[in-house]
Antibody, heavy 121, light 106 residues
Framework: QVQLQQSGPGLVKPSQTLSLTCAIS??????????WNWFRQSPSSGLEWLGR?????????DYALSVKSRITVKADTSKNQFSLHLSSVTPEDTAVYYC???????????WGQGTLVAVSS | EIVMTQSPATLSVSPGDRATLSCRAS??????LAWYQQKPGQAPRLLIF???TRATGIPARFSGSGSGTEFTLTISSLQSEDFATYYC?????????FGQGTKLEI
C-alpha cells in the first residue's frame, strides 16, 4: 500500500523558511512514471499547486510563478522522500500544506495527510 | 493558464437527492478533466478522470460527463458520506489548474 507521510513544524516565524518533508512508502521517489508535488490550501486561495520534482534520467523541478523566487522542492533518494522549502514567509503563507503523487504526471492520485502551518511571531 | 469555474459554490441537498455539479473551462480540454472530493480535515481524493472514468474504489453513484469546456459531476443518490467539497481539475495544459470547489451541504 502506497502512503505519503508528512512531517514538519506547524509554526514558522515571519521571514523564516518553512520546511516540510514527505516520506514515501510503497513507491520510489526516483520512479520514472510519477511526479511528486506540493500544494497548499487556504480559505482565501483555495487549492494552490506550488511545485514538483520528478526523475526522468535526471531530476527536474517546476514551480508556481506565485512562489518561484522563494521555493525549492528536493528529492532525497537515500531516504525515499521529498521536501518543500519556502523562504521569507509571511502570514499570507499560512495554510494547510499537502504533498501529492501525480500518476502519469497528470492525476493526483495519492495525498499526504496535510500539515497546517501558521506563520506568526 | 486555463481558468476553471465551478458552479454553484454551495449546493443544499438532502440524502437520497440527485446532485449535479458543473465545471467550465476557459478553453477546450477535450476530456482531460478530473474530479476530486474533499471532506473537512482530509486531503482531496480522486473520484473521476478522463471526464467520466471512475477511479479505483469509487461507487457507481458518482458519474462524470462532458467534453470541451463544459463538464458535469452527478451523484445519483446522495449518501451521508457524500457531503463534502468537490473540485474539478484540468490536465490538458500545464500548469494544471483547479476550480474553486462546490460544497454540498444538507
Amino acid at each position: 500500500q502506497v502512503q505519503l507521510q508528512q512531517s514538519g513544524p506547524g509554526l514558522v516565524k515571519p521571514s523564516q523558511t518553512l520546511s516540510l518533508t514527505c516520506a514515501i512508502s510503497g513507491d520510489s521517489v526516483s520512479s520514472n512514471s510519477v511526479v511528486w508535488n506540493w500544494f497548499r490550501q487556504s480559505p482565501s486561495s483555495g487549492l494552490e499547486w506550488l511545485g514538483r520534482t520528478y526523475y526522468r534520467s535526471k531530476w527536474y523541478n517546476d514551480y508556481a510563478l506565485s512562489v518561484k523566487s522563494r521555493i525549492t522542492v528536493k528529492a532525497d533518494t537515500s531516504k525515499n522522500q521529498f521536501s518543500l522549502h519556502l523562504s521569507s514567509v509571511t502570514p499570507e503563507d499560512t495554510a494547510v500544506y499537502y504533498c501529492a503523487r501525480a500518476a502519469g504526471a497528470t492525476l493526483f492520485d495519492l495525498w499526504g495527510q496535510g500539515t497546517l502551518v501558521a506563520v506568526s511571531s | 493558464e486555463i481558468v476553471m469555474t465551478q458552479s454553484p459554490a454551495t449546493l443544499s441537498v438532502s440524502p437520497g437527492d440527485r446532485a449535479t455539479l458543473s465545471c467550465r473551462a476557459s478553453q477546450s480540454l477535450t476530456i482531460n478533466l478530473a474530479w476530486y472530493q474533499q471532506k473537512p480535515g482530509q486531503a482531496p481524493r480522486l473520484l473521476i478522470f478522463g471526464a467520466s472514468t471512475r477511479a479505483t474504489g469509487i461507487p457507481a453513484r458518482f458519474s462524470g460527463s462532458g467534453s470541451g469546456t463544459e463538464f458535469t459531476l452527478t451523484i445519483s443518490s446522495l449518501q451521508s458520506e457524500d457531503f463534502a467539497t468537490y473540485y474539478c481539475q484540468q490536465y490538458n495544459n500545464w500548469p494544471y489548474t483547479f476550480g474553486q470547489g462546490t460544497k454540498l451541504e444538507i
